[in-house]
């Protein structure tokens, strides 16, 4: 399956060496990820949807090329989802919507914090208090329920494809929102890493 890397940035991912993704499939990241590498070799392609970030991005050297800014109609929730009120959508959706378009069909999700019940876990940004992520950007607990009904639409949308959540070791399943799609699963991160090996080991002696 053609597999991709959907890079949120909740505090979730924090400690798990990003650069272990390189060449195991397409990284897509979003907002201020690419501060963290100065020599631009990931994400792949950087998400993003709100002006203010937009506006870093485009003044910073980060390849123009590999930098999506989805169509206005894109940054809003879809349609389908609730055709009376429809409200923003996020980069961290988006940036696996762009995945899918390019034709990716599983899709390994890092960060995603509103799948964490703590609210006091759930709300966090790695960026807090930088540029673009003052106050007026921070998420309330309402909104995280929000995207968990969202993902799920998107998920049962989309039943193709594989959205797998990969989250540290908070504790047991309790400790997350549970969508109800059957093509969405999750995963702790030694899982993950484990998995990702194997397949590598089975390319190579192929």
Not at 74 to 83: I, L, S
Not at 142 to 169: C, G, S, W
Request: charged letters at 30%.
């Amino acid at each position: 399956m053609k597999k991709a890397f959907i890079i949120g940035n909740g505090p979730s991912r924090k400690g798990f060496d990003l650069k272990f993704l390189k060449g195991k499939g397409t990284v897509y990241g979003c907002n201020a990820l690419y501060r963290n590498f100065p020599k631009f070799d990931l994400p792949d392609y950087l998400v993003a949807i709100d002006e203010k970030i937009i506006e870093e991005i485009e003044k910073s050297k980060f390849p123009e090329d590999r930098f999506i800014v989805p169509p206005e109609a894109e940054q809003w929730e879809d349609p389908g989802f609730n055709p009376y009120r429809r409200y923003r959508s996020n980069a961290g959706m988006n940036a696996m919507l762009e995945a899918i378009k390019a034709g990716h069909t599983s899709l390994y999700c890092f960060g995603f914090d509103f799948m964490i019940r703590n609210p006091k876990v759930a709300l966090g940004n790695l960026y807090d208090g930088t540029n673009a992520y003052g106050p007026e950007t921070r998420t309330r607990y309402e909104d995280n329920i929000n995207r968990i009904k969202y993902m799920t639409f998107l998920a049962r949308k989309y039943h193709n494809i594989e959205f797998k959540f990969v989250v540290p070791r908070y504790g047991n399943r309790d400790e997350y929102h549970i969508l109800e799609a059957k093509n969405v699963t999750g995963m702790f991160y030694d899982k993950f890493v484990e998995v990702i090996n194997s397949e590598q080991k089975k390319v190579a002696n192929a």
